[in-house]
């Protein structure tokens, strides 16, 4: 690679933002548009009052301009959000949250807070949520080996958080290993 | 009152406190943390001195009364009996092994005790004989709280971990009905606050469903039909976890506990009718009506004993009272429950819903509402013809409802006019009008002097929202494509959407006659085809059509300006309408509506440009329903929705009297509709999707804030399960309803073509399944209805995979067929064409515009006219030319009114007048006012047999032909036709000519001497133009003489004059040839 080290550590939160306003999310529009071809796709008609996928980049931007109504996704709901902590306090497993959760949540909450209901209450469940998964991916750092790590339902932030020292911790692993294995040899 | 309506009062310390009433409701007891029971006489006040009952050892944790006894549970693990409203032991009952005991339950006999304690079986222990018992084993956890089920052996037990389990005890083996999980919420730690929130199973008198405090700490309704949620209690303004609840003896109202408030909710609608704050910081651990009395008393976690006395408003029938339709919905599945009449007191069989329809009767002024509150369900909408609404009236449709006495007396009450898409105030706020335009909504002021007005809508870009104050307090709106319209009873206010400068074009419209009343408004128009901030389109497409239905039966028809065009008298009680594009449907009622329960409503579709009916029909509502909702699909198709929740579509409604009702959606077999008591509140229809509100319970119209406009997918309830097959019939009838709405010449449009496309795909895939179960016949069939060609080539294909070789020819046959048929298109236009027959024909009657028609066509393909360029080249001739062309052009208006002017004088006045000019200067004349007119040569084709008589004789408008004028004319044309007739070139004249020119010839030679002047120059002309007109037919008109054809070529490189000449000299040869 020929970044230069300080920048080949991660990917930086915003830009997993970035990727993840590729998605795409419900909306209703305010204004009446024809179906419109964009480099990632044609989206539309917008025909209020009806529903429409969009890419979360759009439905931003619109929403911003007070052109749409965002219709938060199903997970982004007290009650699922509440089951999935639950899950996540008394089982073992990570519990199924979509992929780019945390980058859309936070979108959503910045940028549409009116269209989503009991927003305080997501927030603070979204922090629990964030807090007892990092605990488990630290409790995962037990599990370390050289060879293979499986998280299943891990989420795309938290890959993030934990790949530049888990990579760094397994390279060091296979290097302790491979040591271990030449002496045995000698 | 003589009792305050809170009396509150400490009775315990700070901890966990319970509360029960005695069977009769004339005590409370109340047990706490500081281990007695106080003993409270209901009717007295705050001052008492309580009865006390100090046996427990440790805190008193439950408390229960039957009619000889009441109980206390306490955490030393003794359940004791006392006598009756009193604290006097009578004795234990049963002792847990120094376990907690956490809650008690008597049946409703009070002979079988279920007993919880920290322990994961709960104990039945008999009340007769208390050493019985019974163990119910089946939890993993500590059972926390056991009810009944109400007329019944169930007993509804939860458990620490959130495990609700429904026990059978009907035999002597308890058997275990249900189990549910993850619906309450686990709570372990009897320390926690948590534990001291009610997880009780709370059971409505009628058995059909319980309540109970869900995970997220609302309240949530279960039906017992299927044990699955079929409801939710949800209000703005209560959050926070709900600490307790408590039905109403009635089964009318909950009351729930929430955040140190206790909130009243009606079961059926699930709204808040009523609240009331107690000590904040504080948690109600227990609510429970009293058994008799109008009144609810609860405890709190810091020892407070409160009673509210008449916690219901006085406009609702209260807690006690039995209500007889105040069950839900499922109350006619639920057997085995008595609907026994109870008689209580004056209005005692009255359902809220009466109620509020009697109010609204009796309110002379209370138009606001009228016409609104149509929604009155099926089982009281029968009603008794003689009695108001008193109790006998319910008895009898409720007994009728039972299927045990069939009524007779009764009639079906008529539905109200309505609006569609309008509610009744609620609190100060109404919806006026509610489309897939936009919202019209109105709010009270705090005087009530106006309503606040503002209309909304949902393509912000199309249209600009606004509000304003309305004085006259409208209680009907519209929003239509072109504008939206007001009413109050005798005025309306139309104000069309136009520019940002919104209110010039607004106008105003009142009915003068005294006692007439606005009933129903609508404004119709065309779809505009873009922003309404440029005006292009505006100005010419107007603003629609308003029509008003009046009380007195009148359709009255605005234009969009408010110009007055047509009152119609619709001969029927006014009910609704809806308006599309160029129609308006207005539902009436015929006659009266039937003893069976049937509305007997009509429609008429009106069109604005004639103001004809195209249809008219029964609208398709069952027996005992009411119509609903009226509106128009987005491909203009008007549809309907009646209180069955059935969703009808007018097909075909562009073709006269050929419409027809399709039924596209039924509510009740929503997937969606599983489980919940929910209905829906219309919107409108885009494509295939059904726009709605979704109301929850029995809520009957949509509240505030504006609740999120929901898509459901339509379906055709077809019995058969194949969902392709529903698919695609689906989507033929929307591809139908696009070719219909086709306009004149059209053969498709792209959203055709890619939706048949979209058809054929979903054909070849039934077709394959038709293939693989060997159904040939089938797959033939839909073979058939494929609508591209090249689909028959994949069939092909797919025939060949499954070895179908037969049925391969058969498609191969059908494609031959298809190809060689007439273009689907241009068939499916002609039919178009010939259903509109009708209507076009009589736009041709005219006998005038006949005759024109034929004549015209005739002459002027035959020989062409001249065109009129060529005229002003006439002034080459010579000097004196170019004056009498512009003499003649004079002239010419005299000429012209000869055509519509069969009197004589006048021609003849031109006519000599033309006389005293040379012949030259006649013909040029002649040969323009030919071309100015193009009538007259056909008409000198018949002439020549007529001339004489139509002149003389015919003096009628058929004799207008302008024979007149060229007959008279060619007096002196004639002549030169004679000096023609010199040369060899006039030889070759038809003989019918000859006949008519002799006669003329006769005529000229008497005229004698002067044309024999002219006769050698006007030869010498003649010749010349001869030719050049000749050359002239020759471009226009091949089979001509070959002769002047011959002279043409001579002519080929003729100047100017003569092809000038042309002009006039070729109407001097048509006339010759006539």
Not at chain 2, 38 to 66: C, D, F, M, Y
Not at chain 2, 614 to 624: A, H, N, S, T, V
Request: proline share 6%; hydrophobic share 35%.
């Amino acid at each position: 690679m020929s970044l230069p080290q300080s920048l080949r550590s991660s990917v930086t939160p915003p830009e997993l933002e970035l990727v993840a306003s590729q998605q795409l999310i419900e909306i209703i529009p305010l204004i009446a548009m024809e179906k419109t071809a964009f480099i990632s796709g044609a989206f539309g008609p917008l025909q209020p009052p009806r529903k429409t996928k969009i890419p979360l980049w759009m439905a931003i931007n619109l929403k911003l301009k007070k052109k749409c109504h965002i219709v938060a996704p199903e997970w982004l709901a007290v009650e699922f959000l509440q089951s999935c902590l639950d899950e996540e306090l008394n089982q073992p497993g990570f519990s199924m949250l979509p992929f780019r959760y945390a980058e859309v949540s936070k979108v959503l909450l910045d940028i549409a807070p009116d269209d989503i209901q009991s927003t305080d209450k997501i927030r603070s469940l979204l922090k629990d949520l964030r807090e007892a998964r990092q605990a488990k991916s630290r409790e995962g750092l037990d599990q370390l080996n050289r060879g293979e790590l499986s998280l299943s339902n891990l989420c795309s932030l938290e890959i993030n958080e934990i790949r530049p020292f888990f990579v760094h911790a397994m390279g060091i692993l296979t290097h302790l290993h491979r040591d271990a294995s030449t002496e045995d040899q000698l | 009152m003589s009792h305050p309506s809170i009396i509150a009062r400490k009775a315990h310390s700070d901890g966990h406190t319970c509360l029960t009433f005695s069977a009769d409701g004339t005590h409370a007891f109340t047990g706490g943390s500081d281990c007695a029971v106080r003993i409270w006489k209901v009717a007295e006040g705050a001052e008492q001195e309580p009865g006390n009952a100090t046996e427990a050892e440790q805190p008193v944790t439950a408390l229960a009364a039957s009619d000889d006894c009441w109980l206390s549970g306490s955490e030393d693990g003794c359940v004791r009996r006392y006598i009756k409203n009193k604290d006097e032991l009578h004795g234990d009952v049963t002792e847990e092994a120094a376990l907690s005991v956490r809650c008690i339950a008597l049946d409703e006999q009070g002979t079988r005790l279920a007993v919880t304690s920290d322990n994961p079986s709960a104990k039945i222990i008999d009340m007769e004989n208390t050493i019985k018992l019974t163990m119910l084993h089946g939890h993993r956890h500590n059972v926390r709280r056991a009810t009944w089920r109400p007329k019944s052996s169930i007993l509804s037990t939860c458990a620490s971990d959130g495990e609700i389990i429904l026990w059978d005890l009907s035999s002597e083996e308890p058997m275990i009905l249900h189990t549910m999980n993850g619906i309450i919420p686990p709570v372990t730690d009897p320390s926690s606050p948590e534990f001291l929130h009610d997880c009780s199973a709370i059971w409505h008198p009628s058995g059909e469903q319980f309540y109970v405090i869900s995970k997220t700490h609302d309240v949530i309704c279960i039906s017992s039909n299927n044990w699955v949620q079929s409801g939710k209690f949800v209000d703005k303004e209560v959050v926070g976890p709900t600490t307790a609840l408590a039905i109403s003896p009635n089964g009318a109202y909950l009351a729930t506990a929430c955040q140190s408030t206790v909130y009243i909710w009606t079961t059926d609608k699930r709204q808040v009718i009523a609240k009331q704050s107690a000590n904040p910081n504080t948690v109600i651990t227990q609510v429970a009506f009293s058994p008799k009395e109008h009144l609810i008393a609860w405890t709190d976690s810091s020892g407070n004993f409160v009673r509210w006395r008449e916690p219901i408003p006085l406009n609702l029938p209260n807690s006690v009272k039995r209500l007889l339709t105040a069950t839900t919905t499922t109350s006619k599945s639920g057997s085995g429950i008595p609907k026994g009449v109870d008689l209580f007191g004056e209005d005692n069989g009255l359902s809220l819903d009466d109620l509020a329809a009697f109010e609204e009767l009796n309110d002379p002024t209370g138009g606001d509402e009228e016409g609104i509150d149509f929604n009155i369900d099926d089982a009281d909408f029968v009603i008794d013809d003689v009695g108001g609404y008193l109790e006998d009236q319910t008895t009898k449709s409720r007994a009728k409802d039972d299927g045990l006495v069939k009524e007779m007396v009764s009639i079906t009450k008529a539905q109200p006019a309505f609006q569609s898409g309008s509610t009744p105030f609620q609190t100060n706020k109404r919806y006026l009008a509610y489309n897939m335009l936009g919202v019209i909504e109105a709010t009270r002021s705090e005087q009530e002097e106006y309503n606040v007005v503002s209309v909304d809508f949902f393509d912000k870009s199309a249209r600009k929202s606004y509000h304003f104050n309305d004085t006259h307090k409208c209680h009907y709106a519209y929003l239509g494509e072109r504008g939206a319209l007001f009413a109050s009873d005798t005025l309306v206010l139309y104000k069309p959407y136009g520019s940002w400068t919104t209110s010039q074009n607004d106008w105003t419209y009142s009915l003068k006659k005294e006692n007439t009343r606005v009933l129903g408004i609508c404004a119709g128009g065309m779809t505009p085809s873009r922003s309404f901030k440029n005006n292009s389109d505006t100005d010419l497409m107007g603003f629609g059509n308003v029509v008003l239905a009046t009380s007195e039966g009148h359709l009255i028809f605005l234009s969009g300006t408010g110009r007055e065009r047509r009152i119609l008298a619709l001969g029927g009680d006014f009910v609704t309408m809806v308006a599309g594009d160029e129609w308006v449907l207005v539902v009436y009622r015929a006659g009266a509506t039937t003893i069976d329960g049937s509305q007997s409503l009509c429609y008429k579709l009106y069109y604005f440009d004639d103001l004809s009916v195209r249809q008219r029909d029964e609208l398709p509502i069952p027996k005992g329903h009411t119509l609903k909702w009226i509106g128009i699909t987005q491909e203009g198709a008007p549809v309907i929705y009646d209180s069955a929740g059935l969703i009808h579509l007018v097909a075909k409604h562009r073709v006269p009297h050929h419409a027809t009702w399709v039924c596209i959606l039924d509510t009740n077999l929503l997937e969606r509709r599983v489980g919940k008591d929910e209905s829906y509140w219309p919107i409108g229809i885009t494509g295939s999707t059904f726009m709605c509100l979704i109301l929850k319970g029995r809520q009957e119209h949509p509240g505030f804030p504006r609740p999120l406009v929901q898509e459901l997918p339509l379906r055709m309830p077809f019995n058969t399960q194949n969902e392709k097959e529903e698919v695609v019939e689906r989507e033929l009838l929307f591809k139908e309803l696009a070719m219909e709405s086709l306009n004149g010449d059209e053969l498709m449009t792209d959203d055709i073509l890619s939706k048949e496309r979209a058809i054929d795909k979903e054909f070849v895939v039934l077709i394959q399944g038709a293939c693989k179960e060997d159904n040939v016949n089938r797959a033939v069939e839909l073979t058939k209805l494929l609508h591209n060609l090249q689909t028959f080539d994949i069939v092909a294909k797919i025939a060949d995979f499954y070895h179908l070789v037969g049925f391969k020819e058969k498609v191969m046959v059908l494609k031959q067929v298809r190809e060689d048929s007439e273009d689907r298109f241009e068939a499916a236009r002609e039919k178009r064409r010939r259903w509109n027959k009708i209507d076009t024909r009589p736009q041709r009657l005219p006998d005038v515009d006949v005759n024109g028609a034929n004549s015209r066509p005739r002459a002027f393909q035959d020989f062409g006219p001249p065109p009129a360029i060529h005229r002003p080249g006439l002034t080459r001739a010579t000097p004196s030319v170019e004056g009498t062309k512009y003499s003649s052009s004079t002239s010419e208006p005299p000429a012209k009114d000869t055509w519509s002017d069969p009197l004589a004088p006048s021609t003849n006045f031109t006519v000599s007048e033309k006389r005293k000019r040379n012949d030259f200067e006649d013909i040029e004349m002649e040969s323009q006012s030919d071309i100015s007119t193009p009538m007259p040569p056909p008409k000198q084709k018949a002439n020549p047999f007529a001339r004489k008589p139509a002149v003389e004789a015919n003096k009628n408008p058929f004799a207008r032909k302008a024979g007149n004028k060229t007959i008279l004319q060619s007096e002196s044309f004639f002549e030169k036709v004679d000096a023609a007739e010199t040369t060899p070139a006039k030889s070759k004249k038809k003989s019918n000519n000859l006949a008519v020119k002799t006669k003329e010839k006769d005529k000229a030679e008497k005229e004698g001497p002067r044309q024999q002047t002219l006769f050698g120059l006007f030869g010498a002309n003649q010749n010349g133009n001869q030719k050049g007109s000749a050359k002239r037919k020759t471009g226009l008109t091949p089979p001509d003489e070959p002769e002047s054809q011959a002279s043409d070529v001579t002519m080929a490189d003729a100047s100017q004059i003569e092809t000038q000449h042309d002009g006039w000299e070729e109407t001097q040869l048509i006339e010759d040839k006539s």
